[in-house]
T-cell receptor, first 115, second 112 residues
């Protein structure tokens, strides 16, 4: 099973709302990632968790707050977003973060629209 | 700073043709290179992973090659089918940075 699941598939929120994106994998992977992808652009890395600890934050605004409750789950909490934050949010996982331990497996994404 | 370039940006060919997608990167200090496929509005599907010590990988009609010294990789698709229509992304895993760097992708259309 090489599946990464993400919920919800679509999300519409206002700029004052608080919402969360959820990602789950059951492959025993110890690294999990959040990416943001705008239309016709490649994914941009936001956060990396390794063994449930945040290891990389690519200078993401604090209105995005990641959380890794356990080795299978990754959440992205959203608060006071801006319309320019509308994008496809992708979760990925890999066995580890060392270069020899990729590949990364991606989920189907959550399409977010901020009004 | 590692930069990854994919040429062409878009490609349209008739069904049945063999085709080559190109990927180049500026810094040869990579662990590996990964080719992905992305259908519109969907997530990424990993197609092939080539370790830096390898020259090529094959999966079905797909063959990916890597020339690390020249900073180039190619994805060869044999006997293309309309179902191959998608955006193809290459990404390199940088030594020491613990992250993938993506190219801009090639949007492929296979016409029946």
């Amino acid at each position: 099973d090489t599946e990464v699941t993400q919920t919800p598939k679509h999300l519409v929120m206002g700029m004052t709302n608080k919402k969360s994106l959820k990602c789950e994998q059951h492959m025993g992977h110890r690294a999990m990632y959040w990416y943001k992808q705008k239309a016709k652009k490649p994914p941009e890395l936001m956060f990396v968790y390794s063994y449930e600890k945040l290891s990389i934050n690519e200078s993401v605004p604090s209105r995005f707050s990641p959380e890794c409750p356990n080795s299978s789950l990754l959440n992205l909490h959203l608060h006071a977003l801006q319309p320019e934050d509308s994008a496809l949010y992708l979760c990925a996982s890999s066995q580890g973060t060392g270069g020899s331990l990729v590949p990364q497996y991606f989920g189907p994404g959550t399409r977010l629209l901020v009004l | 700073k590692q930069e990854v370039t994919q040429i062409p940006a878009a490609l349209s060919v008739p069904e049945g043709e063999n085709l080559v997608l190109n990927c180049s990167f500026t810094d040869s200090a990579i662990y590996n290179l990964q080719w992905f496929r992305q259908d519109p509005g969907k997530g990424l599907t990993s197609l092939l992973l080539i370790q830096s010590s390898q020259r090529e990988q094959t999966s079905g009609r797909l063959n990916a090659s890597l020339d690390k010294s020249s900073g180039r990789s190619t994805l060869y698709i044999a006997a293309s089918q309309p179902g191959d229509s998608a955006t193809y992304l290459c990404a390199v895993f940088i030594q020491g940075a613990q992250k993938l760097v993506f190219g801009q992708g090639t949007r492929l259309t296979i016409n029946p």
